[in-house]
Structure formats: structure tokens, C-alpha cells
């Protein structure tokens, strides 16, 4: 119904925005990224949103990319994911990271977002492994392939796992495993994966 709104910035929240256009203040329920990205009070923004109906209610969402409108929408699909779910996940990653952790498996770090368990964060990955390719944006597409592609290989499969042994999240080894030659051994790559991952730190 409602594509986007622009107009002016006059609330800005910890879970939402106000953006008033033609006299009238739309309130939108949005992620902490999109608080942080959408500029100052005042400011002219361009709102992409979502309207959630309800029986009891209509509440508006937006966000300030349609990347993040795109993966809001591919997270309410997901069985048990409501809209304050998929913007609590959102709030902890972006959608560029969300599309590396379904890539990688990676359902623990899915599970840093608010209210977000274990199971919860495993249907997560499992219901949009086939999709995710939709909402990785931008430099997040190489990543993407790059662990989606490491997750079928038993060697560098192994190196991840060790890298995830030491502490390492699951969707961060699998991008440094990923951008590594696939003839090196399985050690030099975990040698390898460590000292890129202290880099990162």
C-alpha cells in the first residue's frame, strides 16, 4: 500500500521515527541501523516502509535502504518471525551480514538479536538458504558465494570449523576460508584464517 514516504525527520527513537509529509507525522517502527543511518531531526528523508496489519492494529515500518526493506520482508516469511523479530535481527545485522550467516549456517550470531533463540535463529537459516541471494547488496555478493561455496568443501569445511573452535563466529571464518586458494592444506589455512581474523578484530 504504502511504498515510501519522504518528507521530514521530526522524531527519532530508539525502535522508531516519525516522518512528517504533508502535515501529517507518520510513525515507523524501524531497526537501530536505519536510526543511525537516517540522518538528524530535521533532516529531509526518504523512508522506505511495510505496513503490518493486524486485527487489533496497522503499524508502519521503514527503513532507510531497500535492502533492509527486502530483507524485513524475506524475515517475516520465515515461520514464527513477526515483524519486531525480523527488525530486532536487523538491529543486530545488516542485511548484507544476514545474508553471509544463512550462507554460512551461521544461526548463533542470529541469535545476539533480541528475543531471537536458537531454534528461532536455525529456521532463520534453514527457510532462506534458497533466498538469501536476494538481499545480499553490494560487496556482500563475493562473500556470499564465497561461503555458500566453502560449506560444500570438506577441506576448507574443516578450516572453518577449527576457526569456529577458537572462537571465531562461523560467518566471519567462512569469508576468510572463502577468499583463500582452495589447494592450500587445511593447516596453512587455519594459520592463514587467524591471522586475517586478528586483523579484523
Not at 526493506?69 to 524475515?75: P, R, V
Amino acid at each position: 500500500m504504502l511504498y515510501n514516504i519522504k518528507g521530514t525527520l521530526t522524531l527519532s527513537d530508539v525502535n522508531f521515527i516519525v516522518v512528517e509529509c504533508g502535515g501529517v507525522g507518520f510513525k515507523c517502527f524501524t531497526t537501530l541501523n536505519t536510526v543511525k543511518e537516517i540522518g538528524k531531526v530535521g533532516d529531509k528523508v526518504n523512508v522506505f516502509t511495510h505496513l503490518a496489519v493486524r486485527e487489533d492494529a496497522m503499524d508502519l515500518y521503514g527503513f532507510a535502504s531497500l535492502a533492509e526493506l527486502d530483507a524485513f520482508k524475506l524475515l517475516i516469511t520465515v515461520s514464527g518471525i513477526g515483524p519486531k523479530a525480523a527488525v530486532s535481527i536487523l538491529s543486530e545485522l545488516s542485511p548484507d551480514k544476514l545474508a553471509v550467516c544463512i550462507a554460512s549456517g551461521d544461526a548463533k550470531a542470529i541469535t545476539r538479536a533480541q528475543g531471537v533463540g536458537k531454534k528461532t535463529a536455525e529456521r532463520v537459516v534453514l527457510e532462506l538458504k534458497d533466498k538469501m541471494g536476494t538481499i545480499a547488496i553490494g560487496d556482500a555478493s563475493e562473500a556470499v558465494s564465497s561461503a555458500s561455496s566453502v560449506m560444500e568443501s570438506s577441506g576448507t569445511a574443516e578450516a572453518v570449523e577449527a576457526l569456529v573452535a577458537l572462537g571465531y563466529s562461523q560467518s566471519d571464518a567462512a569469508v576468510v576460508v572463502g577468499s583463500m586458494d582452495k589447494s592450500l592444506s587445511v593447516d596453512e589455512m587455519i594459520r592463514l584464517g587467524l591471522k586475517q581474523l586478528a586483523k579484523n578484530l
